[in-house]
Structures are given as structure tokens and as C-alpha cells.
């Protein structure tokens, strides 16, 4: 198990998890770019993101990243329209980094809301079909020589501008995880080896003392 230390803060760091606010990778190829995104997500506290996978060594990234991510979940696609499917279903509104004649400066949009934010592949940028089928696009503003910002730098600075709002707006005071989800996760990060033990043998979890220890059914 975890000491009670590093317990609490995995506790911690669950009950700070943003359910309302997600990223989509729309085929990103990096595998350094992969994981600078999913850094930032997981610091800003965001609970999992997508990927879109046309090709199909991409697809093997993503999923390599999928795997080696502990505290982040990614969820594969195989088209844009299942995931905003998807993403429609839970009630977000799209947004897509990149620069078309209606995007808007990023700092315009209230992050508050349920959002789903899609970062572009680093060889074509924002498939075509992404942009059609978003509800808005959005833009880091540029005063200098270049075009672009790379994908893992432009979707850091965008997560850091939607955490800031719902800082202020006190989105992180309060788990937004139901209690059931939150206790399942807490319960598999801190008993990793023995969560899987059980989930096989379809017995359910023990309860866990303020530690992280394990309580007697009779307690």
C-alpha cells in the first residue's frame, strides 16, 4: 500500500479532478507532445482526455500513452464524429484551437462551462472535420514572427487559462467525482496489486480508514 502521506494526496489530487473539462489530441503523432499534454491536464486537474487516431501507428502512440498514463485516462477514438458524439452526449461544448476567420481569443471563452478542447495534429494541424463539427474556434493571439505555437505548449496555455477560472470560481473546493467513483479510484491507486486481485474474484472493495488503511467489515 501507499503510506498515509502519499495516500491523502492521491486523495487529495481525486477530490481536485474536473469532470467538466477534457481535452481531445485530434491525431497527434509526438510521443513528447503526448505526454506534455497529459502533464498538464493531470496538473491542472483534469480527470481523463481523448485522442483520434487516422493512422495507425499513431493509434499505437496514443495507446502506448494510455498505458503508461497513472493518473490521467485517455480514451481512444477512431473518428472525430465518435468522439464528439461522445463529448455531445455528456453535455460539453467543443471548442478547437485554430486559426479560422471566426476564432476568437482564448481568454474570451468562460471555461466554467462543460468544454471539450481539441489540440491539432503536429503535420496538418485541426483536421477539417473537427473544425466543422465544433461549436467554436479559438486562438492564442500572436504578436511575433511565428505562425504557431507548438500543440503541447499552445494546449498548456489554454488548460492554465481554464484552470485560473474555475480557481476563481471555487470549481476545485469540491470533488466533482461522485463518491463512488472517487472511492474506486482512491481504493485502486493505493492497493494497486490486491484492487486486481478482487475485481477477478468480483468482490467488492473494502472500506479505508483517514490513512488509507484498510478497515474490518465490522467497523
Not at 506534455?36 to 496514443?62: F, L, M, N, P, Q
Not at 477512431?78 to 476568437?104: F, P, W
Request: glycine share 6%; aromatic share 6%; hydrophobic share 40%.
Amino acid at each position: 500500500m501507499s503510506s498515509p502521506e502519499r495516500f491523502r494526496k492521491i486523495r487529495n489530487m481525486l477530490r481536485h479532478r474536473q469532470t467538466s473539462l477534457t481535452i481531445v489530441m485530434d491525431n497527434i503523432n509526438k510521443s513528447h507532445n503526448l505526454s506534455a499534454i497529459v502533464r498538464s491536464c493531470d496538473a491542472a486537474g483534469i480527470h481523463e482526455i481523448h485522442a483520434v487516431s487516422y493512422r495507425k501507428h499513431i493509434y499505437t502512440r496514443h495507446n502506448a500513452a494510455a498505458g503508461s498514463s497513472k493518473w490521467v485516462q485517455i480514451n481512444l477514438h477512431s473518428s472525430i464524429e465518435s468522439a464528439y458524439r461522445h463529448l455531445r452526449n455528456e453535455g460539453k461544448q467543443i471548442l478547437v484551437a485554430a486559426s479560422t476567420g471566426s476564432c476568437v481569443d482564448f481568454r474570451e471563452i468562460d471555461f466554467t462551462l462543460p468544454i471539450a478542447l481539441v489540440l491539432g495534429a503536429e503535420w496538418d494541424g485541426i483536421s477539417e472535420e473537427a473544425v466543422l463539427g465544433a461549436d467554436r474556434s479559438i486562438m492564442v493571439p500572436m504578436l511575433g514572427m511565428v505562425e504557431s505555437l507548438n500543440v503541447s505548449v499552445a494546449g498548456a496555455v489554454i488548460i492554465f487559462e481554464a484552470q485560473r477560472q474555475r480557481l476563481l470560481k471555487g470549481m476545485y473546493d469540491k470533488p466533482s467525482l461522485p463518491d463512488k467513483e472517487l472511492d474506486r479510484l482512491l481504493f485502486e491507486h493505493t492497493y494497486p496489486r490486491l484492487s486486481a486481485h478482487l475485481r477477478e474474484q468480483g468482490i467488492d472493495y473494502p472500506r479505508l480508514d483517514d490513512d488509507g488503511f484498510i478497515l474490518s467489515p465490522d467497523t
